[in-house]
C-alpha cells in the first residue's frame, strides 16, 4: 500500500512539474522527489542500493528538464541539497549513477551549473 502511494504521489509531482513548461524547476519538488531517496542518503543502504521509489523520483527528475535552463536549474537546487546535507553529499552525488539516470552534469562541491550544465536528453 505505501509503495502504491508513493507512486502516486511521484506521478502528481511529475503532472505539476511538467504542466509547467518552460518554467524553471522548483527546488521544493526536487527536495520532494529526492525525499524518497532519504534512507539511501541518510544510511547508504539498502543494499547498498537506492531502490525502485528513489530511481523513480531521479528519473522524474531527468524527465522535468526539457531545456539547458531547467537542467541548470535543477542543477543548483542538487547543489543546495549538497550543501545543506555536507555530511551526506556523496550518497547524494552517486544517485544519479546508482540509478542510470544522466542528468547531464556531475553533483559534487566543485560544480558550476552555468558553465557545466548541457541538454542531454535520451531518446
Known amino acids: 500500500m505505501g509503495a502504491h502511494r508513493t507512486m502516486i504521489r511521484v506521478l502528481m509531482l511529475l503532472s505539476w512539474a511538467t504542466s509547467i513548461g518552460g518554467s524553471a524547476v522548483e527546488c521544493t519538488t526536487v527536495t520532494e522527489l529526492i525525499s524518497f531517496c532519504t534512507t539511501f542518503i541518510s544510511n547508504g ?9 528513489c530511481c523513480e523520483a531521479v528519473t522524474n527528475l531527468y ?7 531547467n537542467r541548470r536549474s ?4 542538487l547543489m543546495g541539497l549538497v550543501t545543506a546535507n555536507n555530511s551526506n553529499s556523496t ?11 544522466p542528468l547531464g552534469f556531475t553533483i559534487g562541491p566543485d560544480t558550476d551549473c552555468n558553465l557545466y550544465v548541457y541538454l ?4
Open 45 to 53: 543502504s539498502p543494499d547498498p542500493y537506492p531502490g525502485t521509489p
Open 91 to 101: 550518497a547524494i552525488a552517486t544517485l544519479p549513477g546508482f540509478c542510470g539516470v
Open 120 to 123: 542531454l536528453r535520451l531518446e
Open 74 to 77: 535543477l542543477c543548483g537546487c
Open 63 to 69: 524527465m522535468m528538464t526539457h531545456s539547458t535552463d
